[in-house]
């Protein structure tokens, strides 16, 4: 399903169409809105402490909070600032579900579309590669890549990648001609 907006739809409207899209299984947290530094913080709080009351596996446990850690982080670096107005946050979207495979983790917020082409390579090459040649990857990324002033030069990518031993799934869905909301949803697998 193609969400597109129209005069008729602010901003707001679209995200929450495209927040709608992302929520599968049975929903442990969920947030749409500002995203900033203190919100990333109580996040990460509430799920560690939803996480202990249900009872997860330790490891499990463990996983799940790192790979939560690494989406929040890139959802946080990279969120991109729509210039309708100069008071309009940064907004975006978390979702952490329980599915009959794992935990799916469900992030979304608006990326330049110049940027997406070279999002969407990325995240294909990464896609591509076994678990030995990620780790080789990542060891390379980390040695030759230069660090962007939003962080680390896609390491956060492959580390998620690596984490969960799953492929990491993503869509663009276009919002105007020079944004798109990206959803990036990652399992992890118990």
Request: hydrophobic share 35%; net charge negative; charged share 25%.
């Amino acid at each position: 399903m193609l969400l597109e907006s129209s005069t008729n739809h602010s901003m707001s409207d679209f995200i929450s169409k495209c927040y709608a899209k992302m929520h599968s299984g049975d929903v442990i947290v969920a947030y749409k809105g500002e995203i900033n530094a203190n919100i990333i913080a109580d996040t990460l709080g509430l799920v560690e402490a939803k996480l202990s009351h249900e009872m997860v596996e330790n490891l499990v446990r463990k996983k799940l909070y790192n790979v939560m850690v690494e989406c929040l982080q890139n959802l946080f670096h990279h969120v991109d600032k729509v210039t309708l107005s100069e008071n309009e946050p940064r907004m975006g979207a978390f979702i952490l579900s329980k599915t009959n495979d794992g935990y799916r983790i469900a992030t979304g917020n608006l990326v330049r579309n110049d940027k997406s082409n070279i999002l969407k390579e990325k995240i294909d090459k990464i896609n591509s590669l076994s678990k030995d040649e990620l780790k080789e990857f990542y060891k390379f990324v980390l040695n030759n890549q230069t660090f962007s002033e939003k962080g680390g030069g896609g390491l956060g990518l492959i580390d998620i990648a690596r984490k969960t031993g799953n492929k990491l799934n993503y869509e663009f869905t276009p919002y105007n001609d020079e944004y798109s909301f990206f959803n990036l949803s990652v399992l992890v697998s118990e």
